[in-house]
């Protein structure tokens, strides 16, 4: 099974883009995909493929909190002090737990007297499996306000797509990252067949791309880069010199293409429309197909 990941290291530099013009391209071409949404702080891959169908929404349980019970409590206030993340204070004359500081590390609980303090699982996020508009298979998760596991819950999205992957016999999973180098994107690339840093010709986006390929090195998972707006700065040629230098493969560039933005506020991939960046995109599509994906 293939499993391509798209990253960058940085935010807004054009993953999903990206992410969606290839699932329709490869979907175009006959070739059973199944797509996922790492990116679980902020999914957005769905507003492009549109879920046509949702087959189920599954809440995943990975945190835990710490409850009290104020009939039980006797006030002594030691569970105020033991935590460390100040997520307990006093209100009227009881102590207060506020669920988003809570680590549920359970230092609380133990220094209870009276065994008022409880630590119970609790909701991380919710698991929507569907169809997109186009008939593949898509897998997509949402963080909980203020909680924390998300390369837990990357990791449960990915589970769920190589068990949709395996029993459709897809050909190959397509994910789309989560921007930085943080839990996310590591359980992104985490077994993955291969690594598409999406960069821009900026120098911040430059530090982005290096430092996801060094990510992307540990694990040894090869990888190849594509320069998205290549013509808004003399930049470009450095940046792919410098990449390809760190051991990543040029695949081509995208340039800047105002119908992207149509694209976007229509909720479609480029590649539905004829324009510059369509056509460059579909250029990429095909030395991604000769160099990663072997088909």
């Known amino acids: 099974m293939i499993e391509v990941a798209i990253v960058s290291g940085k935010g807004g530099s054009g993953k999903t883009t990206l992410a969606s013009s290839l699932a329709f391209l490869l979907n175009e071409e006959k070739i059973k995909i199944v ?15 549109q879920l046509k169908e ?11 909190k710490a409850s009290l019970e104020e009939a039980l409590c006797s006030k002594c206030m030691k569970c105020v002090y033991a935590c460390q993340f100040s ?26 007297p009276s065994s008022a303090i409880k630590i119970e699982e609790t909701t991380t996020g919710k698991l929507t499996v569907g169809v997109s508009k186009y008939g593949f298979p898509f897998v997509t998760a949402q963080l909980e306000l203020g909680e924390h596991n998300s ?15 395996e029993k459709n016999g897809a050909d190959l999973i397509l994910i789309d990252g989560a921007p930085g180098i943080g839990c996310p994107v590591t359980s992104t690339l985490v077994g993955a067949s291969y690594a598409i840093i999406v960069t821009e010709p900026t120098p911040a986006s430059e530090d982005g791309a290096k430092r996801v390929l060094e990510v992307a090195k540990h694990f040894g998972i090869k990888s190849g880069f594509v320069v998205n707006k290549a013509n808004i700065s003399n930049y ?60």
């Open 151 to 165: 390369g837990a819950l990357v990791d449960t999205v990915r589970s769920k797509a190589r068990e949709i992957a």
């Open 87 to 112: 997520a307990i204070t006093i209100t009227g004359n009881f102590p207060k737990i506020d669920k988003y500081l809570c680590e549920g590390c359970g230092a609380c609980k133990i220094v209870c």
């Open 35 to 49: 797509v996922a949404d790492a990116d679980v702080d902020t999914p957005s891959l769905h507003f492009l493929l």
């Open 54 to 64: 949702v087959i189920s929404n599954l809440n995943v349980n990975f945190s835990r």
């Open 236 to 295: 470009r040629e450095h940046i792919v010199s410098a990449l390809e230098e760190q051991g990543s493969e040029y695949l081509g560039d995208i340039p800047l293409d105002f119908s992207v933005v149509k694209a976007l506020s229509e909720g479609r991939p480029i590649v539905e429309y004829d324009s510059v960046a369509s056509r460059a995109m579909r250029k990429v599509f095909f030395r991604i197909k000769e160099v990663a994906l072997k088909l």
